[in-house]
């Protein structure tokens, strides 16, 4: 689990922290989907959206923003956003390599995966490249064992992974970050 | 050809959608409970059924279901548990990426047994793709009047949300998962009050894994008898079973409880064999949690007979030489696997999912953990391994939720079956350092 918050990361700078009028509208409905009083349940689907919204991860003054939305406490997202460890607190790269070293994973080779990608990518675990476009994390279980070694970068599964799978995923990855950003669908527009 | 039930038609292209699954017999169950039968009646066809619980603890779901408080006057919810997370079991993403038809209709008919009318299916925070699949059924279903109000003409109401985690194996925990729900951190609750007295914002509520709910669908259709007719003794119908691990055919099976395990392995219907031609070492039949047994105890119980794929017969022997079918996660280790290293694993994915409420979990898995990490890489010590034993006792049944006895299961028989895994790692440190992922260099 995440452990502390990070006050350097604070404020984004230059960064307005609020809604678009299309994802409130988003949030709105979310909120609905619990009873009156509930609102407070929407609060994990919410930190979700707002940290692909704002660069990532969640600054204080994204969660701030958020407690404000629910009308709880900041303090009631800050022990949230700390206990899940799919929230980040720190910035991270454009995409997020997980590469899961659990069990089933580890003795199908997902060690030696890990191993190659920090090799590949010349950061350690936890690490993102000076390019800001890699974050390496070795997670835990993502729930894919029959189709080990697996990763997941940002919301996608990379199944039954092999050095030269890596080598073409990192190529697919480093030409779609050219791509204009405007064409780019988020996943919580497409999923929730 | 073991016959299926659950996954008969998984292979039909386009089952993913409303209408291929309605047109190879889908929703038929739900037209048939919610038009033809009352509450109570399915129900008492579910306690027919014998289905047990298929997250992993294998408790009588017409039980739980009859605990269900229904005259407290609060709202009653249904909360389907999808948080996947027990290292070896993919199963239920499988079932609601494929036919994701079968959990809503599950789910209906659940609802209605259980006088619902806003269910939750919470989903685990890495599955983002399968709350698309989910959401897209939900729609479909929706547009066809399966949800939504005054379903077929019934009065019934339903609405059905998924909700989505934040990557926490504890919300797998049922009242972990109602706190975190909540929008709370995922601290399981003290029990009593039981979820189906006192759940989600203190109503009424019953948490079935997904694979639970969707076994009620042939449970309706072909009746509770119909189905208590597959499977053995206690252990009625199928069970889905992910296979993991050393094997030529990794995936998910559906098979009929009393399986022989060592068909399991061995079939090309199923796993299809060690691979490379390797030898079994060691299965770990249910999930990480449940304990390791080696090749021999695994294939035949101590007595010598087959050992089969059933609840009580994986279970036979209890600790000394049993196991348990848990979630059906099939681990499968070959002859080179190393124990103390894949002890160590586990333990470590337990320290890091602790959710620290209990000290003898949150400082156990930790101290177990350390220690485990300096046996496997040549600083162990001869009393290790006892003390690795005491730790795993301290742990097992002292804690508010079963994580530790979840962390403490797996170390506890890694040591009673390979000892002499640990004795030689601690008697020979200059060879253990030297083998790096299971070779040595």
């Known amino acids: 689990m995440n452990s502390k918050i990070d006050h350097k990361q604070y404020k984004k700078e230059n960064r307005e922290i609020v809604f678009s009028p299309v994802l409130l509208e988003k949030a709105k409905r979310i909120i609905a989907r619990y009873p009156g009083g509930k609102e407070k349940s929407a609060l994990l689907p919410l930190l ?83 390019d800001k476009l890699f974050t390496l994390k070795e997670v835990e279980c993502l729930g894919a064992c029959g189709y080990a070694p697996v990763m997941q970068v940002n919301t996608e599964f990379y199944e039954n992974l092999d050095e030269k799978k890596i080598d073409n995923i990192l190529e697919d990855l480093r030409q779609k970050a050219n791509v204009n950003k405007a064409n780019e669908s988020k996943w919580a527009e497409k999923f929730f | 050809m073991g016959r299926k039930i659950l996954l008969e038609h998984i292979d039909l292209p386009g089952i993913r959608t409303f209408d291929v699954y309605r047109q190879s017999g889908g929703y038929s169950a739900a037209e048939k409970a919610l038009k033809s039968m009352t509450p109570d009646e399915i129900v008492n066809e579910v306690k027919v059924s014998g ?116 990557g926490a194996y504890i919300c797998g925990e049922e009242t972990a998962q109602i706190e975190s729900l909540e929008g709370k951190r995922g601290n399981p609750r003290l029990k009593p009050p039981f979820p189906a007295v006192k759940g989600l914002y203190g109503c009424p509520t019953v948490v079935n894994n997904v694979e639970t709910l969707a076994a009620v669908v042939p449970i309706i259709n072909m009746g509770g008898t119909g189905y208590a007719a597959f499977g053995v003794g206690k252990s009625t119908g199928t069970k889905l079973i992910s296979a993991c691990g050393n094997i030529n055919k990794p995936g998910v099976y559906e098979i009929e409880l009393g399986l022989p395990v060592e068909e399991f ?48 017969s994986l279970a036979k022997g209890g600790f000394e ?43 156990g898995t930790g101290w177990m953990e350390k220690v485990l990490y300096r046996i496997e890489h040549g600083q162990g010590r001869q009393k290790d391994i006892e003390l690795l034993v005491s730790i795993a006792n301290k742990i097992e049944g002292n804690t508010i939720c079963p994580l530790g006895d979840a962390a403490a299961w797996p170390v506890a028989s890694a040591i009673r079956h390979f000892r002499h895994e640990f004795e030689f790692h601690v008697e020979n440190p200059e060879i253990v350092k030297k083998i790096y992922h299971g070779n040595i260099e």
């Not at chain 1, 997020?96 to 070293?101: A, D, P, S």
């Not at chain 2, 229904?70 to 909360?79: E, N, V």
């Not at chain 2, 099939?330 to 894949?342: G, M």
């Open chain 1, 48 to 130: 979700h959206i707002a940290q692909e919204e704002f660069d990532g991860y969640l600054s204080v003054d994204v969660m701030d923003y958020i407690a404000q939305l629910l009308n709880i406490q900041p303090i009631e997202v800050y022990e949230v956003a700390t206990f899940y460890s799919q929230y980040y607190l720190e910035p991270v790269g454009k995409y997020v390599i997980e590469v899961c070293h659990t069990g089933p994973c580890a003795i199908c080779g997902g060690e030696k995966i890990s191993e190659y990608l920090q090799k590949k990518l010349g950061i350690k675990n936890g690490e993102t490249t000076i």
């Open chain 2, 51 to 166: 289905l047990r619980g298929r997250g992993g603890a294998g408790f009588p779901t017409g039980m739980k279901w009859s605990f269900m408080d229904k005259k407290s006057g609060l709202p009653r919810y249904l909360i389907c548990n999808a948080d996947e997370s027990e290292p070896g079991t993919f199963k239920d993403r499988f079932l609601m990426d494929k036919i994701p038809h079968l959990l809503i209709e599950g789910l209906i008919i659940s609802s209605f047994a259980l006088g619902v009318n806003t269910t939750y299916i919470y989903v685990r925070g890495e599955f983002k793709y399968i709350i698309g699949i989910l959401n897209q059924a939900i729609r479909e279903a929706k547009e066809k009047g399966f949800l939504g109000k005054n379903i077929l003409n019934t009065g019934f109401n339903l609405e059905i949300h998924v909700h989505s985690g934040a």
């Open chain 2, 265 to 312: 392995i061995y079939s090309e219907e199923y796993c299809g064999g060690i691979k490379n031609g390797k030898k079994l070492k060691a299965v770990i039949p249910g999930g990480s949690s449940v304990p390791i047994l080696p090749a021999k105890l695994m294939i035949t119980i101590e007595s010598g007979e087959p050992r089969l794929m059933s609840y009580e």
């Open chain 2, 321 to 363: 030489s049993g196991t348990m079918l848990g979630s059906g996660g099939f681990i499968v280790y070959d002859e080179d696997a190393c124990i103390v290293r894949n002890t160590w694993n586990l333990t470590r994915f337990y320290h890091h999912e602790s959710c620290g409420q209990c000290s003898p979990c949150r400082e």
